[in-house]
């Protein structure tokens, strides 16, 4: 049976284009999504994201099945779980 230590998602590390790399809680990295799809015209969506009403929904769908959005030609969003040991 997996160690459920496995599954644990306590920090994620983002890269961005042209950013450096950060180190976010879930709860952080939700507002981030939020934030950023916010200022995404829903057109530029896939179709799986435009199928939820709010940005709320559309950003914890992406953080529970995903680990990438396409902003804009040569521009992105990255995501991995990680743990960070003291």
């Given at each position: 049976m997996p160690?459920?230590?496995?599954?644990q998602q306590?920090?994620?590390v983002v890269l961005e284009a042209?950013?450096?790399e950060q180190f976010l809680t879930p709860s952080e990295l939700l507002e981030k999504l939020k934030t950023t799809l916010q200022?995404?015209?829903?057109?530029?969506?896939s179709p799986d994201l435009q199928k939820?009403?709010?940005v709320e929904?559309?950003?914890?769908?992406?953080l529970d099945t995903s680990?990438?959005?396409?902003?804009a030609p040569g521009q992105y969003l990255q995501w991995y779980a990680?743990?960070?040991e003291k």
């Open positions: 160690d459920p230590l496995m599954y306590d920090n994620f042209n950013q450096p200022q995404l015209e829903i057109q530029d969506l939820f009403e709010t929904a559309q950003a914890q769908y992406l680990c990438e959005l396409d902003i990680v743990r960070l």
